[in-house]
Structure formats: C-alpha cells, structure tokens
C-alpha cells in the first residue's frame, strides 16, 4: 500500500514535471519567437531610420538647391535690371546722337546758305570793283583827252587865267578824283580782305561740314551699332526671362517636393516614436516574463529544497534534484520489497514500521501539501500562459493589418499581382521602388507640362 502510493506520487510528480517542462519549453520558444519579433521590429526601426537620414540628406541637398536657385534669380534679376539699365541708357545715347545729328544738319545748312550769300556778295563787289575801274580809266581818258584838246586850243582861243583857273580846276578835280581813288582803292582792298575772309570761312565751311559729315557718319555707324546691341541685349532679356520662369517652375517643383518630404519625414518619425514604444512595451513584458520565470525556478527549487540541503534557482541543479528524488524513490522502493519480504519475518517489528507508517504518511501529507502549491503554480503559470496567448494574438493581428494596409498600398499602385508570392520585406521593397518609380514619374510629368507651357508662350 506504502509502495503504490509512494509510486502514484512519484507518478504525478513526473506527469506535472512532464507538464511544467512542456510549458517550460513552449514559453522558452514563445520567449524566442518574441526576440526574434523585436529583432525584426529593430530591424525595422533601423531601417527606418536610414531611411529618415536618407530623406533628410535629401531635404539638406534640395534646399541647398533651392538657395542656389534663389540666388542664381536674384542674379538673373540684377543681369536683367542691368540690361534694362543699360538698353535706357543706349536709348538715351541713340536720342542724342539724334538730336546731334539734326542739329549738325541744320547748321550745315545754315553754313550752305551764308557761303552762297558770301559767294553773292563777293561777285557783287567784284562787278562793282571792274565797273569802278572802267569808269577809272575812261575818266582819265576823257581826262586826257580833254586836256589835250584844251592846251591845244588854249595858244588859239583861251587866256593864261581861264587855263589856270581850268588847271586849277583840274587839279581840285585831280585831287577829288585821288581821293576818291584811294577811298576805292580802301573800298577794293577792305572787298578784298572780305572776299579773303569769305574764302576763308567758306574753306573753314567746308572743313566743318566735312568734319561733321564724318562725325555723322559715325554717329550713324554707332546708331547701327547701338540698334544691334539694342537687338542683342532684348534677345538676351528674352532668354534671361526664360530661365527666369523656368527657374521660378523649378523652385515651385522643389518646394513642392520639400514639403512632401517634410510631410513624410514627420510621419515616419511619428511611426519610429510608436515602434519604440511598442518595443519599450514589449521589453517590459520580456523583462516581467523573465523575472516570473525566474521566480518559478525558485519556488520550484525551494519545493524541492530539504532542510538539510539547499537546491539553487537553476534549471541543472533542480534536473540534479529530481533526478535524486527519483533514485531516492527507487532506493525507497527496493526498501518497501526488502520489508516486504520481511513482513512476515519480522512481526516484532511492528511497531517500527506502525512508525514508518506514520512517517510515511506525513511525508505523504507534505507531498499531497507541495502537489496543491505545484497545482497553485500549474494555475498561474497557465494564466500567465493565456496572458502571453492575448499579447500573441495582438501581435498577430498587428501583423495581419499591417499585411492589409501593404496589400491594400500594393492594390492602390497596381503591383497586386508582383507583390503576390513574396515576403513582407520584399513587398515593403517593392512597394518603395514603386512609390519612387511614381515620384519620379510625376516630377518628369511636371517638368514635361512647365516645358510645353514655355514653348507655347
């Protein structure tokens, strides 16, 4: 009876042993599964990060990019205030040139006029000098020839006096006539000074038309110049204005791709805060897990302990000790068939093993006793079983919505059919490839739309 129950005993220890290794060893696999999740959620994050720093690498380029466009506008800007600067001040230079020119006609024509009315005042004289001579001459002819008359009639028909008073005459009329050649010959000489003088400013005239004939032609050379540069300088503006607009699309389009950017910048890093609080989270629980186990350990090694002998917390030494119990309890067992055999033998005993009995049953009352605490045990270790069965469930369906939401984003860029037999980081891949396939594809639509929209104005 001692031995049948003492193997029930050992029997139900090795059946709850048997479960609480099973339950050991699927917490220790559960316990793995849940690292090797927190590995792949690190994995994740990481990756996310990467990817944060890669976007933010980008954001600094496109922003140094946009400063580089801002200033190479605001360059443009002063190249086309310049140009506009300098196309008043070559309007204003070809306007006075202009007035100059109109002015250097006029006063060449003022110069023609006064020549021609030179040339006609300098004939005018020169007839009435020839008039003055020829009156000159016939005078003094007349004069002779009348003089001659009168000495030859003065022997015949005059007086001495009337001859005196005639040579006085004449020589009264001699001195008038001198004067009067000398006030013509002064008249002739002053014509001739100012027939010289017009000579003089008719060849200086003529030099200065000549020098502003030149001067006008140059002066026409460099309108033509001027209109040239004038040509140059406004197809220059036009291209300037071009690059100006499409250097204005182009910081539209990059703006517009810094505030995508900036957008997904900051949900991923809403999304890295809610990972690592969910790793911080399930840390927690690893770590709570960890220390209940460890306290199982203990009350189990402290079952097991015996007063004279102190079984520590570790899985080898609480095998060591069960593996005693068991040798114990089959030491025990050859003991009950050796007292067994002796029963009938050794009746005088009977009250040794009245008091074995006695012993047996106690230590049967402390087995049953330390079978209720491992049953208590059984149970919350079974609860704590159903608790990481709840968390378990959780993550999967944290998993299935996330496999949702990548179906669904595959579904939305039709890639339903290539992301269909492949895992979920390759369908994450794949999904990025695409996303940016599609970036790059509506930026180049972009660019096409801001080209055509140019060349059609």
């Not at 600094?60 to 086309?80: G, M």
Request: negative net charge.
């Amino acid at each position: 009876m001692e031995g049948d129950s003492g193997n029930d005993i050992i029997t139900t220890l090795r059946s709850d042993l048997a479960g609480l290794q099973y339950k050991r060893d699927k917490l220790i696999s559960e316990n793995s599964d849940l690292k090797n999740q927190m590995l792949s959620r690190d994995q994740r994050v990481f990756e996310q990060q990467v990817e944060i720093d890669h976007l933010r690498e980008q954001n600094a380029r496109q922003n140094a990019i946009i400063s580089s466009l801002k200033k190479k506008i605001q360059d443009l800007e002063e190249l086309h205030r310049n140009l506009q600067a300098a196309q008043g001040r070559s309007d204003l230079t070809v306007q006075t040139l202009q007035r100059d020119n109109r002015y250097s006609e006029e006063k060449i024509k003022d110069l023609e006029k006064k020549l021609r009315s030179l040339e006609l005042e300098c004939h005018n004289e020169e007839q009435q000098k020839e008039n003055a001579r020829c009156q000159f001459h016939d005078l003094i002819r007349r004069l002779s020839a009348a003089l001659d008359a009168d000495f030859c009639d003065s022997t015949h028909t005059h007086s001495p006096e009337s001859l005196i008073i005639k040579a006085a005459e004449l020589v009264q009329e001699i001195t008038r006539l001198k004067n009067k050649c000398m006030n013509t010959m002064e008249n002739l000489s002053s014509l001739e000074q100012d027939l010289r003088s017009c000579r003089d400013a008719l060849e200086r005239s003529n030099a200065d038309k000549e020098i502003l004939q030149r001067q006008l032609s140059s002066q026409l050379l460099d309108i033509e110049r001027l209109k040239q540069e004038k040509e140059s300088l406004a197809v220059q503006n036009r291209v300037i204005e071009r690059e100006l607009h499409e250097a204005r699309d182009k910081l539209t389009h990059c703006t517009k791709n810094l505030n995508v950017v900036t957008d997904n910048v900051n949900q991923n890093e809403s999304m890295i805060v809610q990972l690592k609080e969910d790793l911080r989270h399930r840390d927690e629980k690893y770590q709570r897990l960890q220390a209940e186990f460890r306290n199982t350990m203990e009350s189990i090694a402290i079952l097991l302990s015996l007063p004279t002998r102190f079984v520590e917390a570790h899985e080898s030494t609480i095998k060591d000790r069960i593996r005693e119990i068991l040798s114990d309890n089959k030491d025990k067992s050859v003991q009950i068939d050796a007292l067994r055999d002796k029963l009938g033998m050794e009746s005088q005993q009977l009250g040794r093993t009245a008091h074995l009995h006695d012993q047996a049953t106690t230590r049967v009352r402390i087995l049953e006793d330390e079978r209720n605490m491992l049953e208590a045990k059984v149970h919350k270790l079974e609860s704590e079983l159903n608790a990481l069965e709840l968390s378990r469930e959780s993550l999967r369906k944290d998993k299935a919505n996330f496999v949702a939401f990548l179906e669904r984003l595959s579904r939305t860029l039709n890639m339903d059919e290539l992301t269909q037999d492949v895992g979920i980081e390759l369908h994450t891949e794949s999904i990025m490839h695409r996303a940016e396939q599609l970036a790059r594809l509506e930026s180049d639509k972009i660019v096409d739309k801001v080209s055509q929209w140019v060349a059609c104005k």
